[in-house]
């Protein structure tokens, strides 16, 4: 049964960083996943993907800023977060797709078949 569990969420101060890790088992990294995050009251959306080749996909708002990116030999996916924004606040939830590859744009959470827990991120102003 497929696993992720995600990690290094925290509170920051606007212009921050921060960078979530989500180790993953139970199937290949070299699938697609996906970082969605949720904020209270809204909907939750898909922020990045990785394809099977390692070509990313973001969401407009977060383009420049957020790097998603893997480490097989680790069964990691990261999300590398700068210049954090209060809007970017919210838990951060990593996804799973095995076997097909991403779909187009960030995805909607019907898109995916695996979830992890979540990590909170809380960006002040």
């Known amino acids: 049964q497929p696993h992720l569990v995600e990690s290094g969420g925290g509170s920051v101060q606007a212009g921050g960083s921060l960078n979530l890790s989500c180790t993953v088992s139970?199937?290949?990294?070299?699938?697609?996943l996906a970082w969605f995050r949720q904020a209270p009251g809204k909907e939750r959306e898909g922020v990045a993907n990785?394809?099977?080749?390692?070509?990313?996909t973001y969401a407009e708002s977060v383009l420049g800023r957020f790097t998603i990116s893997r480490d097989i030999a680790k069964n990691t996916l990261f999300l590398q977060m700068n210049d954090l924004k209060p809007e970017d606040s919210g838990t951060y939830y990593c996804?799973?797709?095995?076997?097909?590859?991403?779909?187009?744009?960030?995805?909607?959470?019907?898109?995916?078949?695996?979830w992890g827990q979540g990590t909170q991120v809380t960006v002040s102003s």
């Open positions: 139970g199937f290949a990294l070299t699938y697609c």
């Open positions: 996804a799973g797709r095995p076997y097909r590859g991403c779909p187009s744009g960030p995805g909607t959470i019907s898109d995916f078949d695996y």
């Open positions: 990785l394809n099977t080749r390692a070509s990313p």
